[in-house]
């Protein structure tokens, strides 16, 4: 099998915290993938960004750029989202209440705008320790959290650190009008060499099973993904509303991964009291890859927060993804 690897080497209630997210399947045959218009990332099909399929897997650089990471609000008062397509990877995680929240991660292009802008959390700190020195884009967060940020091996900028960097967008409230402009924080796209999350890209693993939807649960919250063969993406839909950007075009992922992990209490709590989840990220166990409009039931390892994630099959080979944005899911392993 070719591989071609990129340096993507990236409610209320205690009760209902600790809630198992239900995933619903809704398996039925799929019509082979058109090619696509577009990368699910805003550019033609063919834009070079990834090394050619026979290039080698590099070894995880000393010291690689550093791509953007921003925290997106993801409740019905912050959508649409602005620049979400622009993502190389967009992760979701559970927060408090049983809502939903992203973080995209920027490497090979920089929308002009993004948002709206929310707050950190404890587990994002971890999470993004398999890049090289990150930007994380974020508004505030707990207050004994901070300190843990600024400790942590990233850039951390928030209101007020550059100027002209974020600003409010009048066009709806607060808290979720709060946008940034990624050109002020860097000049350029750090190229995909910043992605050093272990993502391998190349042609699909053997086997597989036909699968056209999928809905990943939490409390108060949900993603759907269904397979557009005409697309040949999967068109995200939250909280069962189609997931579109403010300019009117759907979010259309080439690879969906559902990443069952423990999901714990963190230290931390909102101003409500609601306990933070803790989404541990470091550790191993199991995932499915959606691609192509089928499903493979794989394994996932991450030994040390340094390092990228490994998705391998039952055999150990390593799975590859399809070429364009990833969407990973993080849900609570039973």
């Given at each position: 099998?070719?591989?071609?690897?990129?340096?993507?080497?990236?409610?209320?209630?205690?009760?209902?915290?600790?809630?198992?997210?239900?995933?619903?399947?809704?398996?039925?045959?799929?019509?082979g993938p058109r090619t696509p218009v577009d990368d699910g990332r805003g550019r033609p099909v063919g834009t070079p960004a990834l090394p050619s399929p026979n290039t080698p897997t590099p070894q995880r650089p000393a010291?690689?750029?550093?791509?953007?990471?921003?925290?997106?609000?993801?409740?019905?008062a912050a959508r649409p989202q602005t620049g979400l397509r622009a993502a190389d990877v967009v992760y979701a995680?559970?927060?408090?209440?049983?809502?939903?929240?992203?973080?995209?991660v920027f490497a090979t292009k920089l929308p002009k705008v993004v948002g709206p802008v929310r707050s950190a959390r404890e587990s994002d700190l971890e999470l993004l320790r398999q890049y090289?020195?990150?930007?994380?884009?974020?508004?505030?967060?707990?207050?004994?959290l901070l300190p843990l940020i600024g400790?942590?091996?990233?850039?951390?900028?928030?209101?007020?650190?550059v100027e002209g960097a974020f600003f409010r967008n009048s066009d709806k409230s607060a808290p979720h009008?709060?946008?940034?402009?990624?050109?002020?924080?860097?000049?350029?796209?750090?190229?995909?060499?910043?992605?050093?999350?272990?993502?391998?890209?190349?042609?699909?693993?053997?086997?597989g099973t036909p699968q056209?939807?999928?809905?990943?649960?939490?409390?108060?919250?949900?993603?759907?993904?269904?397979?557009?063969?005409?697309?040949?993406?999967?068109?995200?839909?939250?909280?069962?509303?189609?997931?579109?950007?403010?300019?009117?075009?759907?979010?259309?992922?080439?690879?969906v991964v559902v990443q069952y992990v423990k999901m714990r209490s963190s230290r931390f709590h909102d101003f409500l009291g609601?306990?933070?989840?803790?989404?541990?990220?470091?550790?191993?166990?199991?995932?499915?890859?959606?691609?192509?409009?089928?499903?493979?039931?794989?394994?996932?390892?991450?030994?040390?927060?340094?390092?990228?994630?490994?998705?391998?099959t039952a055999a150990g080979q390593p799975v590859n993804f399809a070429d364009g944005q990833v969407w990973v899911v993080f849900a609570r392993a039973s």
């Open positions: 099998m070719g591989h071609r690897a990129r340096g993507r080497h990236a409610t209320t209630t205690a009760a209902l915290l600790a809630a198992t997210v239900t995933v619903t399947l809704a398996a039925g045959c799929a019509g010291t690689a750029p550093a791509p953007l990471a921003v925290k997106i609000d993801n409740v019905r995680e559970q927060v408090e209440g049983g809502l939903s929240r992203l973080m995209a090289d020195r990150p930007t994380l884009a974020f508004s505030g967060a707990q207050h004994k400790q942590a091996r990233l850039r951390p900028e928030q209101p007020g650190n009008n709060l946008y940034l402009r990624p050109a002020r924080l860097m000049p350029t796209a750090p190229t995909s060499a910043a992605l050093t999350n272990g993502f391998r890209f190349g042609a699909a693993p053997d086997g056209t939807t999928r809905t990943v649960r939490y409390p108060s919250a949900s993603f759907t993904f269904d397979w557009s063969a005409e697309r040949g993406r999967w068109l995200v839909s939250t909280d069962g509303s189609p997931t579109v950007t403010s300019d009117g075009q759907r979010v259309t992922p080439a690879t609601n306990t933070t989840p803790y989404t541990e990220t470091v550790g191993s166990g199991t995932a499915d890859v959606l691609r192509d409009g089928r499903v493979y039931g794989v394994k996932w390892k991450r030994p040390r927060a340094a390092d990228g994630t490994d998705f391998t």
